[in-house]
T-cell receptor, first 115, second 112 residues
Framework: DADVTQTPRNRITKTGKRIMLECSQT?????MYWYRQDPGLGLRLIYY???????NKGEISDGYSVSRQAQAKFSLSLESAIPNQTALYFC??????????????FGPGTRLTVL | DAKTTQPPSMDCAEGRAANLPCNHS???????VYWYRQIHSQGPQYIIH???NNETNEMASLIITEDRKSSTLILPHATLRDTAVYYC?????????????FGQGTILTVHP
């Protein structure tokens, strides 16, 4: 969905480096999420944010941190990247205020490789 | 979240209807049935969702059984571009926890 953008789209980095993945949305949604996907596996939730001041850990938050700089921006940081963080990373948004069904819309993804 | 069961793969001829089944026998009264699809490592794409009634939008139709223990996603005229992994997800509405639980899904292959 073009309303949710992720940068960079691809990134190769080395073990121990700090890296930030960024997500921006023009949908005006209040909720934002970060998921990761490993080959052959489903998506797993890393962090989620219900508004700028409400950030919560997901099921696999160790090794990651996030920042919700504004309603439209949600960044994911790897403080010290390790090879098992090599994965596809997806940002998603939802407009819970408008609809209690929490329909989530995903960005195109960032392919991260940690050498 | 309730667990879902989907066939691992299905085939469909181009132009024909694709009917993708999903079992969710432990679904709770406040849980919605969602369908997403993922085309080759792209971001998952929302298709449709429903609670009790059948739903239709520009992409697909969703048929939910009366007891809500199973559902079928219908792509009325499948095209080659519909080849993807289709995920059936049950997700509580009105909840404060937003995680979508993606299972293994159904790999739908549309062939000429």
């Amino acid at each position: 969905d073009a309303d949710v953008t992720q940068t960079p789209r691809n990134r190769i980095t080395k073990t121990g480096k700090r890296i930030m993945l960024e997500c921006s949305q023009t949908k005006g949604h209040d909720r934002m999420y970060w998921y990761r996907q490993d080959p052959g596996l489903g998506l797993r939730l890393i962090y989620y944010s219900f508004d700028v001041k409400d950030i919560n850990k997901g099921e696999i938050s160790d090794g990651y941190s996030v920042s919700r700089q504004a309603q439209a921006k949600f960044s994911l940081s790897l403080e010290s990247a390790i090879p098992n963080q090599t994965a596809l990373y997806f940002c998603a948004t939802s407009d819970f205020r408008a609809s209690v069904t929490d329909t989530q819309y995903f960005g195109p993804g960032t392919r991260l490789t940690v050498l | 979240d309730a667990k879902t069961t989907q066939p691992p793969s299905m085939d469909c001829a181009e132009g024909r209807a694709a009917n993708l089944p999903c079992n969710h026998s432990t679904i709770s009264g406040n849980e919605y049935v969602y369908w997403y699809r993922q085309i080759h490592s792209q971001g998952p794409q929302y298709i449709i969702h429903g609670l009790k009634n059948n739903e239709t939008n520009e992409m697909a139709s969703l048929i939910i059984t009366e007891d809500r223990k199973s559902s079928t996603l219908i792509l009325p005229h499948a095209t080659l571009r519909d080849t993807a992994v289709y995920y059936c997800i049950v997700h509580p509405g009105g909840t404060s926890y937003g995680k979508l639980t993606f299972g293994q899904g159904t790999i739908l292959t549309v062939h000429p």
